[in-house]
DNA sequence: GCTGGATGCGGCAATATTGCCGTGTTCATT
DNA sequence: AATGAACACGGCAATATTGCCGCATCCAGC
């Protein structure tokens, strides 16, 4: 049983689990394909003979096929390993939430939220502080809360320090205030030479996984974020995400007010029709390249401090986070 | 050879014809894979020998496969007859150049372009009256316009009137402007009972075809609009959209606004996590059902008057249309 | 209770994919 | 020129899908 089918059979399961009665191949195809995936009746066939014997599912009569409890049960666990389009939805709602005004440089923004040992402070602040300068952060604003202050919904803990960052999401909630519909195509590691975008080394689609992708590079230590600062040489995190082709001239044009207002981030605006760094885009659309916003915590980590990240940490005023000039001195 | 097949094939070759180096199997999935595409290098190596017989791609040393003159040919036609995304890309464009303001009631918003035979037009206005009255159409406006008249870059044939009709990706356009990323899932034919919304009959997803879904319903007189305005059983045009679950309520108020305006369309807004008249939905989003914009029209057809419809058809100033109570008099 | 149509089932066979693997080439470097 | 990594190729065999088909049930309506 190969990972493609486990997937589709989900799928067949979760049609049969969404039905109070049993179900046969002609009803759950049609199912299937209200859900924009195509499948014979007779493959549906074919996978609710395998569950039989799993004992996943059960015939009932010629009425169909039901889900056993065991089946019910396979399929809640599933759903935790293969939340599909979790992230996504979870990046929806906060980006939906931010109330950001890009005029007045004020309002809410979706932050991520990572913490550190308060002992590790004074080294990590240098090593993040290099990342800002060398521009690979997203904007160059962050807030730290030692013990006892809130940030939000959130407090250090006794030992620990607390680094919100701006989230990368944040911008597609600022394009969607100014009626630009930008859509997360997915995160990954992008290859930096001479301080220039080359390619996407590692991607991760957004709507496979449970975590922000960048949180798994972190962890996995598959960055390079330092050196990429220093030399100009190194891999980073980045997503990448689409707009409507008409909308490429604005989105130029609002890469550079977020640069003035501190929230930088945009590296790349594609062209129409054309793939950009590699990555092919459907007709209508252009691509565009952001950096991650937790590439300052990833060069922490790379320099050996332990941290715990969490992206789409939560929404945060803009107008509380302070410059990293002044955070990092 | 199979229709799934052929369409992965495509997708092979579309990579090769976008590189000037030939390619292997390796770097071939990769680039699929940059497209969210997952195919093996082996399978790829097993299409590109067939496309070798076919005479499509030919080897050059080991260093990969380029595309021969013929496979280009083959890719350009194929072009044509699997646009993918291209009515998705139309429609966003258009989306994108909306300026309709909902508080002030103006402003261009899409419309559909279709035509008929000047001679046909009395019984046309009364069908389509029906179908305004009976709220199966797209808000209550509409323009006729007659020979010597301009509408929009459209000008009647001497023998012909013209029918602009709002399309219902205006309501994309309006819920854009209020920060609701809308997305179309796929338009089809909905059953209708009691005047009630039951089920999708027919779907064709948006990105899979040229046309917009409900002109080649039309065209195919699958619909039956004229019963459902007259009895509240029958087939109408309608489509399916989807919105992140946070957004909902505020969908649903924007439903009454529309409605208001005389942009009436919204027939259904889903709740989350909830399958909406059974299409399923991905955790974080609610679906919604909007009508039709050509229904008036389609109904006409039924009623054994030679239409033609161009969905999507232009920009057009809210303002300059009319009550169809006043036109349709 | 009878009947037509819709739906369900699974055997069989033809395709379509994909993993495994041994053999060559290409290419950047040393 | 020598070398090793990265790729390319295609045979073979194991799976995965899917079309075709004959037959069993279910269900709504008469």
């Known amino acids: 049983?190969?990972?493609?089918?486990?997937?589709?059979?989900?799928?067949?399961?979760?049609?049969?689990?969404?039905s109070e009665k049993?179900?046969?191949?002609?009803?759950?195809?049609?199912?299937?394909?209200?859900?924009?995936?195509?499948?014979?009746?007779?493959?549906?066939?074919?996978?609710?003979?395998?569950?039989?014997?799993?004992?996943?599912?059960?015939?009932?009569?010629?009425?169909?096929r039901r889900l056993t409890e065991m089946g019910s049960r396979e399929l809640e666990?599933?759903?935790?390993?293969?939340?599909?389009?979790?992230?996504?939805?979870?990046?929806?709602a906060l980006i939906f939430g931010m109330d950001y005004k890009l005029?007045?440089?004020?309002?809410?923004?979706?932050?991520?939220?990572?913490?550190?040992d308060r002992a590790d402070l004074?080294?990590?602040?240098?090593?993040?502080?290099?990342?800002?300068?060398?521009?690979?952060?997203l904007g160059e604003r962050l807030l730290i809360g030692e013990p006892g202050q809130r940030m939000g919904n959130f407090t250090p803990q006794p030992n620990e320090v607390v680094v919100a960052t701006v989230c990368s999401v944040s911008v597609n909630?600022?394009?969607?205030?100014?009626?630009?519909?930008?859509?997360?195509?997915?995160g990954g590691l992008l290859l930096v030479s001479e301080h220039r975008p080359v390619r996407f080394t590692q991607i991760i689609n957004y709507d496979g996984t449970t975590l922000d992708p960048l949180e798994i590079f972190i962890k996995g230590q598959m960055t390079s974020v330092q050196r990429a600062a220093e030399t100009g040489e190194g891999v980073i995190g980045a997503s990448f995400r689409e707009i409507p082709a008409p909308a490429a001239e604005k989105a130029r044009r609002l890469a550079a007010r977020l640069e003035r207002s501190g929230l930088g981030g945009i590296?790349?605006?594609g062209r129409p029709g054309q793939p950009l760094l590699e990555v092919p885009l459907p007709p209508g659309r252009?691509?565009?390249?952001?950096?991650?916003?937790?590439n300052p915590l990833a060069a922490v980590e790379e320099a050996g401090i332990a941290t715990s990240n969490r992206a789409f940490g939560q929404l945060f005023p803009f107008e509380q986070l302070r410059s990293y000039r002044e955070v990092l001195k």
Chains 1, 2 share one sequence.
């Open 22 to 64: 049993p179900l046969g191949g002609t009803r759950i195809a049609h199912a299937l394909a209200l859900a924009g995936k195509d499948m014979s009746q007779r493959t549906i066939r074919y996978y609710l003979s395998l569950t039989d014997t799993e004992g996943l599912t059960e015939q009932v009569g010629r009425r169909g």
């Open 286 to 294: 252009v691509g565009m390249v952001v950096r991650g916003g937790l």
């Open 103 to 116: 005029r007045q440089g004020r309002g809410r923004v979706v932050v991520n939220m990572s913490t550190l």
């Open 173 to 186: 909630g600022v394009a969607l205030a100014e009626g630009m519909p930008m859509t997360n195509r997915f």
């Open 267 to 269: 590296l790349l605006v």
């Open 1 to 18: 049983m190969d990972e493609r089918s486990r997937r589709k059979i989900l799928d067949v399961l979760r049609v049969l689990s969404e």
């Open 77 to 92: 666990t599933a759903y935790v390993a293969d939340k599909v389009g979790f992230v996504a939805a979870r990046a929806e």
């Open 122 to 137: 004074p080294r990590a602040k240098e090593v993040m502080r290099r990342v800002f300068q060398a521009g690979y952060s």
